[in-house]
């Protein structure tokens, strides 16, 4: 299973996703769709789940969840928009992620790309930063990755350019 992860496109969708997650079999997007616009043409392109963002009105919530928890290829993927790092969750992410106890979490909101190992909680957070043009980051980012065996593989990081330019 090829998974291509994305976050914090706030309206704007880069031509270079559809040329980087076109072998990819699921698009996941932790939050800040920005549009319905956007959100039809993911959908469009490939089977996609997403949560909705801080920004995202009211019929992107009423499309998407808060929260999404579910399995793929044998683990299981806890995502949500605003999560934190390891080791500083909320107490309420922490308590999720204690109660769930998932292979992978997922966030978005920062727009700063990080992968890390939790090792209190035994999963890999993900955070593949912000792929659209307004925010704090510098460079638009996406990851890709499989998941064979029960096993996270073949994490690749995408840089789509400079964050201001639109392609």
């Known amino acids: 299973m090829r998974i291509g992860l994305m976050s914090d496109t706030h309206s704007h ?3 270079g996703v559809f040329k980087y997650f076109e072998d990819c079999d699921q698009i996941w997007h932790a939050g800040d769709i920005g549009n319905v616009e956007t959100a039809d043409k993911l959908e469009e392109f ?3 789940r997403a949560v909705f963002g801080n920004i995202d009105g009211h019929q992107l919530r009423a499309r998407y969840p808060k929260e999404l928890l579910f399995e793929c290829g044998g683990i299981t993927i806890w995502m949500t928009h605003i999560g934190g790092y390891p080791p500083k969750y909320s107490k309420y992410i922490y308590s999720k992620l204690k109660y ?8 978005g909101h920062s727009h700063i790309l990080k992968v890390i190992k939790d090792q209190e909680i035994g999963c ?14 510098k460079i638009k980012t996406l990851l890709r990755f499989s998941i064979i065996n029960k096993k996270i593989k073949n994490l690749e990081v995408i840089e789509l350019g400079l964050r201001g330019k639109i392609t």
């Open 13 to 15: 969708l880069d031509k």
């Open 46 to 48: 490939k089977k996609f």
């Open 100 to 107: 769930y106890r998932p292979n992978l979490f997922i966030c």
């Open 124 to 137: 890999l957070h993900m955070n593949p930063g912000a792929c659209g043009i307004y925010g704090i980051h």
